[in-house]
DNA sequence: ATACTAAGTGTACAATGAACACTAAGTATG
DNA sequence: CATACTTAGTGTTCATTGTACACTTAGTAT
């Protein structure tokens, strides 16, 4: 170890992921439980120590690959938190990403019971260990507000799905209502979405048209 | 120090500043020159390790203050840098930081040439050490894409001023021309400004009336 | 055959944004 | 002191965008 940083901070660095989905209308957000100090036996944002050699994009990563068995997902970097108190062991700075996976994209729990690990509906959040509440909240403003002004919410549907299943995922995140004709019209318009000429084959009601992305990229408007 | 990270990283945490102003209608960043190995004469960031016990918004406005005289600017985080290369010493991860401040606040340089510190404009910037282009470019990204749906550019104007030095700031800024009636109906319909009163006294031209800003609170338009 | 469910479609009006040119109030000059 | 010069200040028209709103269609279930 080199001694440039006396008298500076050498502070552990971890990163914490606000992963998210949508499942029941409701807007959800993975958390596990501590089974060590500090914090033993609370929730919090899946996270961990960054690794030697890692790029902090690659550390978020592999975190969201162990806890929720996917990669290939969007993923952003948040916002760094580095209060000299956030963590009382010692000097923690950590830097948050925010992720999204489609509910169908997601593993199906093993079979034995998982009791450490919980998706949680946002509106319905039980204590968290550390600043993972304040984290959140900033990681939950800044997919609302971006869901507005690009097509972010890519990241939370199946390959293919029904504009009604698209209008539904606007509607969970921001919390409202939004005009059905409205909605195709603006949607359709973006040029983002194409017919993939098969319809909805199940329900006792007239088969839906099922769309799907032209691409991947996220795009912003205004 | 603690055993705790064994395996993992324990790397040094700098700040880094972009600090822009506006001067002569130009977008001006400061550069710092570098006195020491690695990158030794080269323009740099104004930035330093992050010291113990100090947040990392305490850092930044340190530094701020050091280098340019001044606090009580607008200043937000940025993003967080961590490639494992981008400090060829050893491992070091960047906050970066943006800071505004108006021409007129800023002290003097002293009288005997300062050659160590640069206000470059952003589209004529030297070599920058490190990865410090890749971090300005990307904090002249964001200021630009602010100024167009936030009143982020109060950061950059004296306290009263006329309109059409508002006008020529956004201009100066998103590098484009304005509609002098259309920029003034809608900076008048925000309802964030008020008049002083006080007119401008010299000139040979009709005086204007000088503005100020209501409140310091940065809003966020759309 | 009828009831049920979700899909799919167009128009009228309001609000917002964009283009555009002249008069007003001072100072400087001959 | 008249004229030239400079920047301040002001409204309207038109195009575009956004918003409110209700009925028909195509399938399944009974």
Redesign the pocket.
Known sequence: MNTKYEGFETPGITVDLSIFTVNETRLKVMLVRRAEVPFQGYWSLPGGFLKTSESLDAAAQRVLCEKSGVSDVYMEQLYTFGDPKRDPRSRVITVAYIALIPWQSLPQPASEKVTDLTWASVDALPKLAFDHREILSYAVKRLRAKVSYSNIVYGLMPKQF???ELQSMYETIIDDKL????F?KQMLATGLLKETGKKELA???????LYQFKSKEIVFFN
Chains 1, 2 share one sequence.
């Not at 005009?179 to 409205?182: G, V």
């Not at 006792?204 to 048209?209: D, E, G, N, Y």
Request: charged share 40%.
């Open positions: 029904r504009l009604s005009d059905k004709r409205n195709r329900g006792a009601h007239r088969p839906a048209m």
